[in-house]
């Protein structure tokens, strides 16, 4: 079955705790991208990768890393993470980047 | 912000009516894509409809775009409960690297 999985569904965790939300597409998809939803907001992107080894900043990037070492995992890491991290967050891959993209399950955040 | 803005922002119907929602945007476009979000759930692609087209369906949906005016509309007819949803215009603007997303529009489809 043609899927994005994020592990894990749901995180509580502290301030300044270290954290990776995976992310792994199994469509052969050369697009990938990040996004947090928050109320009022809508989703907005927060890093993309064109293909393996490139990736670049979406808009809001602050406070977070990624890293595309092959085609189908892309992380995502919060290296210090704060309270207004605390978001909903999905990733999301697709042929190309004005394409079709099929989103993962979403990761719940909360950061104490 | 190059940010789509949909129209209304909630909306509330009975089982068997028909649901408008519109979608404005900025500039050029490749294409514009609609998504529904069931409650903190990942995204579904609904329809893709690209710049040099100005209607599709796909079973009970109806997406139309009007590039004069920079906007599209999907229409949702004979809704059910179980289209009681958030809705998401996307639009892939000509030169940029990303959809963009709007900030959605919550339909809820009473029986």
């Known amino acids: 079955e043609a899927q994005v999985t994020q592990n894990p569904r749901y995180l509580i965790t502290v301030t300044g705790k270290k954290l990776t939300v995976t992310c792994s597409q199994n469509?052969?998809?050369?697009?990938m991208s990040w996004y947090r939803q928050d109320p009022g907001l809508g989703l907005r992107q927060i890093y993309y990768s064109m293909n393996v080894e490139v990736t670049d900043k979406g808009d809001v990037p602050e406070g977070y890393k990624v890293s595309r070492k092959e085609k189908r995992n892309f992380p995502l890491i919060l290296e210090s993470p704060s309270p207004n991290q605390t978001s909903l967050y999905f990733c999301?891959?697709?042929?190309?980047?004005?394409?079709?993209?099929?989103f993962g399950p979403g990761t719940r955040l909360l950061v104490l | 912000s190059q940010q789509g803005e949909e129209d209304p922002q909630a909306l509330s119907i009975q089982e068997g009516e028909n649901a408008t929602m519109n979608c404005s945007y900025k500039?050029?476009?490749?294409?514009l894509q609609w998504y529904r979000q069931n409650s903190g759930r990942g995204l579904v692609h609904l329809i893709l409809i690209r710049s040099n087209e100005r209607e599709k369906h796909s079973g009970r949906l109806r997406v139309t775009l009007d590039t004069s005016k920079k906007s599209s509309s999907l229409l949702i007819t004979a809704s059910r409960a179980a289209d009681t949803a958030s809705y998401f215009c996307a639009t892939s603007y000509t030169g940029f690297q990303k959809l963009v997303f709007g900030t959605g529009t919550r339909l809820l489809v009473s029986p």
């Open positions: 469509m052969n998809h050369e697009y």
């Open positions: 500039t050029s476009i490749n294409n």
């Open positions: 999301a891959s697709s042929l190309n980047r004005a394409e079709t993209q099929y």
